[in-house]
């Protein structure tokens, strides 16, 4: 069975960083699309960050929002994808999920792309 494991939410201040993990049992991460997504309260899921684990330039995606702040990365060794949220605001507060696909990304908005999903870890920013 495919579970994907996330952790590492919390409550933070405005311009505070938190450390989002992916953990991903059951299957390799390797040569795969791995997403993370976030849902603010009353909104729509949307993309936040995409990588392809599969190396070579390019292989990042972030959404506009949280370009220079968030950083995306990967172990292929520990099967996790991480998440490294800097400068956080009460914008970034939601519910993140990590999703994963065995094959190259495809921008952002195509979240249905993504097969794999995590329960959700809980990020709450306090201005």
């Known amino acids: 069975e495919v579970k994907l494991v996330e952790s590492g939410g919390g409550s933070v201040q405005a311009g505070g960083s938190l450390r989002l993990s992916c953990a991903v049992f059951?299957?390799?991460?390797?040569?795969?699309?791995v997403g993370w997504y976030r849902q603010a309260p009353g909104k729509e899921r949307q993309g936040v960050a995409s990588?392809?684990?599969?190396?070579?330039?390019?292989?990042?995606k972030y959404a506009d929002s949280v370009m220079g702040r968030f950083t995306i990365s990967y172990d292929n060794g520990e099967n996790t994808v991480y998440l490294e949220m800097n400068r956080l605001n009460d914008e970034d507060t939601g519910i993140y999920y990590c999703?994963?696909?065995?094959?190259?990304?495809?921008?952002?908005?195509?979240?249905?792309?993504?097969?794999?999903w995590g329960q959700g870890t809980q990020v709450t920013v306090s201005s």
């Open positions: 990588v392809y684990t599969g190396g070579g330039d390019g292989s990042t």
């Open positions: 999703a994963l696909v065995p094959r190259s990304c495809v921008p952002l908005r195509y979240q249905h792309f993504f097969d794999r």
């Open positions: 059951g299957t390799t991460i390797s040569r795969s699309c």
